[in-house]
């Protein structure tokens, strides 16, 4: 009688011990897993994504509007719902730049009465890049640290890119593309939005 309550605490000890070392492989199954699929680094707290969805006219922001702390690294997915290529630029003057754009396009126009709506797009879209990337670091330099202030995609295409904003307020992206707008510019059709940034 003695051995079998014997026998049978071991029984329950050797169930619990099996119980004990399911519960952690799976545990550490999970973990792991999460880890390779992911690329996470568990220990740290978890980096929020915001979503930026293009599309003929609109910038749409998951959440709207997006609101960030000075100083915190923000990873934007950018993706291009769209059926024309678009851009998210940072903008510092967004009707001067937009008017700089038009009015270029007209005087080409005139000048070039030769060239079809299609290539003077792209002229001025390659000037427009050179001009804008130079403005564009004088005009955020101290303000935002990261990659190009300026994606462009094509329909179908997204990216990931992370910014870190080092002053407070709101900052203006835009699309300054013309494609379906010309001489104007997706923007003056209402395809821009904001990300208001506060202080931590």
Same mark, same amino acid.
């Given at each position: ?5 014997? /026998?049978?605490? /071991? ?87 937009? /008017? ?92 821009? /939005? ?7």
């Amino acid at each position: 009688m003695a051995s079998e309550a014997a /026998n049978g605490g /071991n029984n329950v000890a050797l169930l619990a011990a099996i119980a004990i070392g399911v519960i952690f492989f799976a545990a550490t199954s999970v973990a792991l897993g999460y880890f390779m699929v992911f690329g996470e680094n568990l220990a740290g707290p978890p980096q929020d994504i915001y979503i930026i969805r293009l599309s003929e006219y609109v910038i749409e922001p998951e959440p709207d509007p997006i609101i960030v702390k000075v100083g915190q690294p923000v990873v934007f997915r950018i993706v291009n719902e769209g059926s024309a290529e678009h851009e998210v630029m940072f903008v510092a003057d967004l009707e001067m730049m937009a /008017n700089m754009i038009k009015e270029a396009s007209l005087r080409l126009q005139q000048e070039n009465p030769e060239l079809s709506v299609e290539e003077i797009m792209e002229i001025v879209d390659e000037r427009h890049e050179m001009i804008m990337e130079e403005m564009l670091e004088k005009a955020f330099a101290g303000k935002i640290e990261g990659e190009e202030l300026m994606i462009e995609l094509e329909p179908g295409e997204s990216t990931v890119v992370t910014f870190t904003f080092l002053e407070p307020g709101i900052y203006i992206i835009a699309c300054l593309k013309q494609e379906g707008t010309f001489p104007g510019t997706h923007a003056e059709e209402g395809m821009f /939005n904001q990300v208001i940034v506060v202080e931590g």
